[in-house]
């Protein structure tokens, strides 16, 4: 990520907004040193980002948890609109100045002192970021570990990670980390295990629509399998994509769609506006294993194609035989990192 950010300019870079305890849930489950990149990043993201030298970020957007409930309605073109003049091609946000984390029930000083920079805020909880209003990126946070850390160990944890930012030896470092491994494993650990799971690691990841807006209609198409070195192979004109208004995209990450709950609220987020019925291409989570996924979930999706971001090759043989085999009917892609796959559409408004 560092290299990338100090490589090439950003315009808005998205971040899940966790509490501190949840971030530092991913910090000691990789033990990370402190005094690390992993670390500095994972316990103050935004002061870190804000940090790295030759990285030019425009905005620090961090999505709050979406809870319950339908993300909000796209931001349609104004009467008279005409996609055909030139302009501006400007992002539209809806969000306002991140609060501090002391506001959020802690007491002293916030953890991440970059909150305080200009160019970090917080989106509206269920808001998009529209292009040009006629394209939207809809992020979802599902966040469901914010209610296991009670007062008590809030103030633990509090009192550990000061003593392990302020720890001068090796020695200090390792006993105030090993007290926060504790203290966390005993808290958030997963019923009957001895630590964090990466189950409870994986719930952070964000969920990203992308799609138009408006009365669309896809009116051409072309797929292309890619290979690394190699020229693009163009593939037959996909079937059931024209004529139709079906060319958003879903981006999940590690993340779950495994329990009833989790199904629920991700579907009452995007059913809303026909955001989910809109959605084409569906980014298959963590990289097809079944531990994200639930039987039949590709019937309800009904994507036109299904990306598998895996190796089948790799340690852990991702994807799992059950999840691929539900995707099978829904035009399966596998990509990795010699092996890509594109679609490029125009469409126009009805």
Avoid at 205 to 216: A, D, H, K, R, T
């Amino acid at each position: 990520m560092v290299d990338l950010l100090k490589t090439f300019s950003v315009d808005t870079l998205l971040l899940p907004y966790l509490a501190p305890w949840d971030r530092l849930i991913v910090a000691l489950d990789e033990r990370a040193n402190a005094g690390s990149d992993l670390f500095s990043f994972l316990f103050a993201p935004t002061a870190f980002l804000s940090g790295i030298e030759g990285a030019e970020i425009g905005r620090i957007l961090l999505v709050p948890p979406s809870g319950e409930g339908p993300a909000l309605a796209p931001l349609l073109p104004p009467d008279g609109f005409d996609p055909d003049e030139p302009s501006a091609r400007f992002p539209e946000v809806e969000a306002k100045r991140a609060p501090l984390e002391a506001e959020d029930e802690i007491e002293g000083p916030c953890w991440d002192g970059g909150l305080a920079h200009s160019n970090v805020e917080v989106l509206q909880r269920g808001a998009a970021i529209t292009v040009d209003r006629a394209w939207e990126f809809v992020p979802y946070n599902d966040a469901s570990l914010s209610g296991l850390a009670t007062p008590t160990f809030k103030k633990d944890a509090r009192d550990l990670a000061k003593q392990l930012v302020g720890a001068c030896t090796k020695s200090a470092r390792k006993a105030a980390l090993d007290d926060l491994i504790k203290l966390y494993d005993g808290q958030y650990k997963t019923r009957g295990s001895t630590k964090i799971s990466a189950e409870r690691r994986n719930k952070i990841s964000l969920f990203l629509y992308s799609g138009p807006i408006g009365e669309v209609e896809l009116v051409w198409i072309t797929e292309e399998v890619r290979r690394h070195r190699l020229e693009p192979t163009p593939m037959p004109t996909p079937i059931g994509w024209l004529g139709t208004d079906r060319f958003g995209q879903m981006f999940t990450g590690d993340g779950y769609l495994k329990t009833t709950k989790q199904w629920g609220n991700f579907q009452t987020f995007f059913a809303a506006h026909d955001r989910l019925k809109r959605g084409a291409v569906f980014q298959v989570m963590h990289h097809g294993s079944k531990t994200n996924w639930h039987p039949k979930l590709a019937a309800k999706l009904d994507p036109m194609a299904s990306v598998f971001c895996s190796d089948p090759a790799g340690k852990l043989k991702h994807p799992s035989e059950a999840v691929l085999m539900d995707f099978a009917p829904y035009n399966p892609k596998q990509v990795d990192a010699f092996h890509g796959w594109s679609v490029c559409g125009r469409y126009r408004f009805r």
